[in-house]
Antibody
Framework: EVQLVESGGGLVQSGGSLRLSCAAS????????MNWVRQAPGKGLEWFSY????????YYADSVKGRFTISRDNAKKSLYLQMNSLRADDTAVYYC????????????WGQGTPVTVSS | QSVLTQPPSVSGAPGQRVTISCTGS?????????VHWYQQLPRTAPKLLIY???NRPSGVPDRFSGSKSGTSASLAITGLQAEDEADYYC???????????FGGGTKLTVL
């Protein structure tokens, strides 16, 4: 069974940093591209970061470019998100998500971890 | 303002059919990129509902169907059930933005 379990969310002050982790199991993690998607309270889904299966290619939405860094450790079957210079509008539930092979859609989502940035 | 436009809400009685539209542009749906749909039940993570415009993952009832034409796509739900009450999101890729894009979401209420 595919499982994605995020951790590391919490309350942080504006300007602070936080590192999210996503532990993967039930599939060959190193074969899959991964995304981070977030959802602000009462709002819709926002894609903001992608990483290739090898970790050599990363993409970011303009909203987080220069502040957030996606990475992965295939040996540990883990995905990471380093978030710096956090702002109030980064407050959201952060989802780790697996990209379907050879496609541009998400076939599995984690349960999400909430991040609250206080001003 | 989402790149893909969905109606904020739709509703229908049990057993009825509803459709949810997803309107894009020439840089996403109209450029030939596939449209995918996700269902988000209250207080849960999203779940893949339709992929590649029309395909249902294993376990998704055939009451759910997708279509695409031009710069738009639609999700149809027939035989509405109370458990279908959820938020629905369309998703595609935008070549101008070089970004995955989601619709703003549609809240389905089963009356």
């Amino acid at each position: 069974e595919v499982q994605l379990v995020e951790s590391g969310g919490g309350l942080v002050q504006s300007g602070g940093s936080l590192r999210l982790s996503c532990a993967a199991s039930g599939f060959t993690f190193s074969s899959y591209e991964m995304n981070w998607v977030r959802q602000a309270p009462g709002k819709g889904l926002e894609w903001f970061s992608y990483i290739s299966s090898s970790g050599s290619t990363m993409y970011y939405a303009d909203s987080v470019k220069g502040r957030f860094t996606i990475s992965r450790d295939n040996a540990k079957k883990s995905l990471y998100l380093q978030m710096n210079s956090l702002r109030a509008d980064d407050t959201a539930v952060y989802y780790c998500a697996r990209v379907a092979v050879g496609a541009i859609y998400i076939d599995y989502w984690g349960q999400g971890t909430p991040v609250t940035v206080s001003s | 303002q989402s790149v893909l436009t969905q109606p904020p809400s739709v509703s229908g009685a049990p057993g009825q059919r509803v459709t949810i539209s997803c309107t894009g542009s020439s840089s996403n749906i109209g450029a030939g990129y596939d449209v995918h749909w996700y269902q988000q039940l209250p207080r849960t993570a999203p779940k893949l509902l339709i992929y590649g415009n029309t395909n249902r993952p294993s376990g998704v009832p055939d009451r759910f169907s997708g279509s695409k034409s031009g710069t738009s796509a639609s999700l149809a739900i027939t035989g509405l059930q109370a458990e279908d009450e959820a938020d629905y999101y369309c998703q595609s890729y935008d070549s101008s933005l070089s970004s995955w894009v989601f619709g703003g979401g549609t809240k389905l209420t089963v009356l």
